[in-house]
T-cell receptor
Framework: DTGVSQDPRHKITKRGQNVTFRCDPISEHNRLYWYRQTLGQGPEFLTYFQNEAQLEKSRLLSDRFSAERPKGSFSTLEIQRTEQGDSAMYLC????????????FGPGTRLTVL | GEDVEQSLFLSVREGDSSVINCTYTDSSSTYLYWYKQEPGAGLQLLTYIFSNMDMKQDQRLTVLLNKKDKHLSLRIADTQTGDSAIYFCAEKDSGYSTLTFGKGTMLLVSP
């Protein structure tokens, strides 16, 4: 499968715990994006990388959130001290740099914070 | 800031045409996209239109763009039950690389 993959697909955690999600983009894509989608809403942008550089962060990305893309390939999104309001689907997308830059989305990681 | 609005629900019969509408506020949008999301799945890009175009056709899909009114529509011809899903309109601003999505339109196709 050469699409965007995300792991895990589902995560249930207790409030206050830390969680980490992984995204593997399409191999030749140098841009990688994280979005959050809550029930009944469209995806909301969190942050994006061009190669290993984090170029933009949304104000939705509080201090408890951190994202990395250390070698310009896969990325991780960590949420520290999770809160019930963090429950959502976390979507990763990747694109090439130029032109239309269509973003191809992964299946998402559904986080439930109890 | 940017805002993208869509109607929330559309119900049609199999074989009819479906028209899903979207309005946006950002006049510097360069590309406008339509994504489809089926239950439990990620988003699938259906089609896109560049802001200097007013129409694009791709098989059963027709996208119309009225840039003056900032109105985008997606027409699905001969709608099938497999088209039942949530459809998201999204725009990309010329100054940014990220997408702003609407809340999605749930399309229900009945036999």
């Amino acid at each position: 499968d050469t699409g965007v993959s995300q792991d895990p697909r589902h995560k249930i955690t207790k409030r206050g715990q830390n969680v980490t999600f992984r995204c593997d983009p399409i191999s030749e894509h140098n841009r990688l994006y994280w979005y959050r989608q809550t029930l009944g809403q469209g995806p909301e942008f969190l942050t994006y990388f061009q190669n290993e550089a984090q170029l933009e962060k949304s104000r939705l990305l509080s201090d408890r959130f951190s994202a990395e893309r250390p070698k310009g390939s896969f990325s991780t999104l960590e949420i520290q001290r999770t809160e019930q309001g963090d429950s959502a689907m976390y979507l990763c997308a990747s694109s090439v740099l130029a032109g239309v830059s269509e973003q191809f989305f992964g299946p998402g990681t559904r986080l439930t914070v109890l | 800031g940017e805002d993208v609005e869509q109607s929330l629900f559309l119900s049609v019969r199999e074989g009819d045409s479906s028209v899903i509408n979207c309005t946006y506020t950002d006049s510097s949008s360069t590309y406008l996209y339509w994504y489809k999301q089926e239950p439990g799945a990620g988003l699938q890009l259906l089609t896109y239109i560049f802001s200097n175009m007013d129409m694009k056709q791709d098989q059963r899909l027709t996208v119309l763009l009225n840039k003056k009114d900032k109105h985008l529509s997606l027409r699905i011809a001969d709608t099938q039950t497999g088209d039942s899903a949530i459809y998201f309109c999204a725009e990309k601003d010329s100054g940014y690389s990220t997408l702003t999505f609407g809340k999605g339109t749930m399309l229900l196709v009945s036999p």
